[in-house]
């Protein structure tokens, strides 16, 4: 069974061959720094207008989960919330069980610009070593191609998760969509948001092709499971919180759930 990390690794040696382009680093942004406490923001990465990107870790269990908490600089109800998720892990995670990886912001420039795209104009959930990148002005010329993306790709590569949530918005929102073999994940996301805010429900189909995005690495090309949480576009982040709340303890628990009598985790990357 491979792990994200060698797998990932296996793509890019695909793409980086033969056009000299080597984005993968020596660790999280580039640096050799180990893990940093729970509950400390720490840089993993600069954007291109050099702002950091920062993201911290909660628990040392087995079932490992990554949250990037916004990636489109126009979509603000999921980066708005993370400072209430960040309490929320820090007070009620169970560390031995479950760990978790929260990323704030994937699209510091594109936050700062009210821009779905980042600076250099290139959309960072389209420039991903998936099998289905194609070249293009808004995905980049190589995947990769991004400080950003570059970024949080060694940041995943290092976490090697067992499950990533990724929270969008979208006018039709609210809703979870899914790549991988991530349905029984989004069934218990949107079961657990819907009982706060009854409009929650699973889309599986987003309606229109997604090259080069994460989904379609980690989830279609890795068979690792990944969310795609769609809040109500210009929902006030404080009512978006709660089904969040929900939805994010939902999967906290079933990876408290998946640790059996000797203490071990019970779920692995398939």
Do not use: K
């Amino acid at each position: 069974m491979r792990s994200i990390a060698r797998f990932m690794m296996a793509l890019i040696l695909g793409f980086t061959a033969g056009c000299g382009h080597v984005p993968l680093r020596s660790g999280p942004g580039g640096s050799d720094a180990g893990p940093n406490p729970d509950g400390v923001w720490a840089p993993i990465g600069l954007s291109v207008e050099r702002r950091p990107l920062v993201a911290t870790s909660f628990g040392s269990g087995a079932r490992r989960i990554y949250v990037i908490a916004g990636i489109h600089g126009d979509e603000r109800a999921g980066g708005e919330s993370v400072d209430p998720l960040s309490d929320l892990l820090a007070m009620e995670l169970d560390r031995s069980a479950v760990s978790v990886r929260l990323l704030r912001d994937a699209n510091p420039d594109g936050t700062a610009h009210r821009s779905r795209r980042n600076v250099r104009g290139v959309d960072l959930n389209r420039n991903w070593p998936a099998r289905n990148f194609a070249s293009h002005p808004a995905r980049g010329e190589v995947p990769l191609s991004e400080p950003e993306t570059a970024a949080v790709h060694a940041d995943l590569l290092a976490f090697d998760p067992h499950v990533v949530v990724v929270l969008h918005a979208a006018r039709n929102g609210p809703y979870v969509n899914f790549d991988g073999p991530a349905r029984r994940e989004a069934e218990r996301f949107a079961d657990a948001a819907a009982a706060v805010e009854s409009a929650w429900h699973v889309q599986p189909d987003m309606g229109y092709a997604t090259p080069g995005s994460l989904g379609s690495l980690v989830g279609v090309d890795l068979g690792v499971p990944i969310l795609t949480i769609e809040f109500r576009r210009g929902q006030d982040p404080r009512e978006a919180w709660p089904a969040l709340r929900a939805g994010i303890r939902a999967l906290i628990d079933a990876g408290q759930e998946a640790v059996d009598s000797d203490g071990e985790s019970v779920y692995r990357v398939r």
